[in-house]
């Protein structure tokens, strides 16, 4: 699935990136609103890794996505 889908869906991907991410509040998903530089730039915040982690950790989340 490309990040166009999963944006159009976000109501429906919330679940499965707070189910990856369980640190993720309800409040971080709607501030990223299925924009992927936002939700790049809460992982990197949240868990206290390097944007590059945090850019694979959501390609992985991308392709794997079920919404």
């Given at each position: 699935?490309?990040w166009?889908?999963i944006k159009?869906?976000?109501k429906?991907?919330k679940?499965?990136?707070q189910?990856?991410?369980g640190?993720l509040?309800?409040?971080d998903?709607?501030r990223?609103?299925?924009k992927?530089?936002?939700?790049v730039g809460?992982?990197?915040?949240?868990?206290g890794?390097a944007?590059e982690?945090?850019?694979?950790?959501v390609?992985e989340?991308?392709?794997?996505?079920n919404?």
């Amino acid at each position: 699935m490309n990040w166009d889908q999963i944006k159009g869906k976000w109501k429906q991907a919330k679940g499965q990136a707070q189910q990856k991410w369980g640190d993720l509040t309800d409040d971080d998903l709607d501030r990223v609103d299925g924009k992927r530089e936002e939700m790049v730039g809460i992982v990197q915040e949240r868990y206290g890794i390097a944007k590059e982690e945090a850019e694979k950790q959501v390609k992985e989340f991308e392709s794997s996505c079920n919404c």
